[in-house]
């Protein structure tokens, strides 16, 4: 369902226990991530999988992937544009197109 299939790493576990503590961070987040997450992706991007041209700046940090799609389509939907979904798909991405003033057009897999 989308989710990892593995266990969250002890390491990770423990800074956010941390940040919790220390009250670093409130309910709601910066629109596109906490800056310096975004900077440690960008390093980890430019490093690891040496894409040299990543920076924070173009990096947005959402909850998940409908999110980010949600997002997206609210910037490049047009009222009556098609949008084509290939089947099956996840419930909501229809809804969410017509929310947009989209037109969902189903192609069956």
Not at 31 to 42: C, K, P, S, T, W
Not at 55 to 64: D, R, T, Y
Request: net charge negative; glycine share 8%.
């Amino acid at each position: 369902l989308g989710e990892p299939d593995f266990k969250t790493p002890k390491h990770i576990q423990q800074a956010a226990k941390d940040a919790i503590d220390e009250g670093k961070y409130f309910a709601y987040p910066p629109v596109a991530g906490y800056q310096d997450l975004r900077e440690a992706i960008a390093k980890k991007l430019r490093e690891e999988n040496n894409i040299s041209e990543a920076k924070a700046e173009h990096i947005v940090v959402s909850v998940g992937a409908k999110h980010s799609i949600a997002n997206t389509f609210m910037c490049i939907i047009n009222e009556g544009d098609e949008v084509v979904i290939f089947s099956p798909y996840w419930v909501s991405y229809a809804e969410i197109i017509k929310l947009c003033g989209g037109v969902p057009v189903l192609i069956e897999g």
